[in-house]
């Protein structure tokens, strides 16, 4: 059971691996849905595995002999170092996904004009953005 595990945390090494140099390329890739697909079964795997380690043998991290030992360990880390890694291109992807969106609706509004400007019962002028509709094409 071990094995597996060890094989399942290699795996998904090597999957945020491709992950994240996919998403390190230029412009968009349609290859990135499936690795992402593949990452999540793969993590649900690795918790299933665990759980089952743990319930199946409660002492199984003590009880583990040196060689395994050192190899899930190198796994681990490992593990921990790509992930790491992944995250920060994830994150990095999101901040541009999200300063995109907010040029697009910046320059919506400035387009359609939704600047509204209103007189108060005391005489102040106050102006008010309205929110502009916006429709995203997915097949970008």
Do not use: C, H
């Not at 009880?63 to 790491?84: F, K, N």
């Amino acid at each position: 059971m071990i094995d597996d595990m060890i094989e399942t945390i290699q795996s998904l090494n090597a999957l945020m691996r491709e992950e994240t140099g996919l998403l390190a390329t230029a412009g968009r890739s349609r290859d990135i849905e499936p690795v992402a697909a593949a990452k999540l079964k793969l993590t649900a795997t690795l918790e299933t595995q665990m759980a089952a380690l743990a319930r199946e043998q409660p002492d199984w991290r003590e009880t583990m002999a040196p060689e395994p030992r050192a190899v899930l360990i190198e796994a681990l880390d490992e593990l921990q170092d790509v992930a790491a890694d992944n995250a920060r291109m994830l994150s990095r992807q999101i901040d541009l996904s999200r300063d995109i969106m907010d040029a697009i609706a910046e320059e919506a509004k400035r387009l359609s004009g939704t600047r509204r400007q209103t007189y108060g019962a005391a005489g102040g002028l106050f102006e008010m953005d309205q929110a502009t509709p916006i429709s995203v094409n997915t097949s970008l």
